[in-house]
């Protein structure tokens, strides 16, 4: 069937008999055709982007998907980055503990015990943020926000002890660790 032979037929069913084109695809471009003379892509089918000039200083209380808030950011040049976080150990410390381990490497560490302490912060800050500038290397953090700091020794044989606190740790507190939870763990092992 040639093109000029199909603009003859007036029936959809035809049509759809014809080609095998569904139907309801027959019926559409049929009703687009009497509509706009055309069968051309009539272009954007979604919903036109909210809001848009004037109208962003007039909508108060109306609701905005969070895909539309983050395209209007993105136009805007911010990005959405969570706040990068200073790397814990400098180059050269990595090489001291490297220089340390390569000496000590045929050591006999079955009478050696090591001790260190962390803290934990609560209310990290993992929320993500937007910014101009994602490379800035401070992120904000409640002031005075509660820590908890954890104390703990390991051997060859394993974990010893560990101890948590919220106090600082200064000398005489430290010593006072040592006492209450060092010596008991050794003489128990």
Same mark, same amino acid.
Request: glycine residues 0%.
């Given at each position: 069937m040639t093109s000029n032979t199909t603009w003859g037929i007036?029936?959809?069913?035809?049509i759809h008999r014809e080609t095998n084109i569904p139907l309801s695809t027959i019926c559409?471009?049929?009703?687009?055709?009497k509509q706009t003379g055309s069968l051309k892509h009539r272009g954007e089918n979604r919903r036109?982007?909210? /809001?848009g000039g004037k109208e962003k200083k007039l909508l108060v209380n109306t609701f905005v998907s969070t895909s539309t808030i983050s395209r209007h950011l993105h136009k805007y040049g911010y990005k959405n980055v969570l706040p990068q976080s200073t790397h814990m150990l400098t180059s050269d410390e990595k090489q001291r503990r490297v220089q340390w381990a390569k000496?000590?490497?045929n050591d006999d560490f079955n009478?050696?015990?090591f001790?260190?302490?962390?803290?934990f912060q609560l209310y990290r800050n993992t929320v993500r943020q937007w910014t101009k500038n994602p490379n800035q290397k401070f992120k904000g953090s /409640?002031?005075?926000c509660?820590?908890?700091?954890?104390w703990g020794v390991i051997s060859v044989k394993g974990v010893f002890t560990c101890h948590t606190f919220r106090s600082n740790l200064n000398g005489s507190y430290y010593v006072s660790i040592l006492e209450d939870y060092l010596l008991p763990a050794a003489t128990r092992e």
């Open positions: 007036r029936s959809a069913s035809l559409y471009n049929i009703d687009k055709l036109p982007r909210v /809001p000496k000590h490497i009478n050696t015990i001790t260190d302490e962390s803290s /409640p002031k005075n509660q820590k908890v700091h954890v």
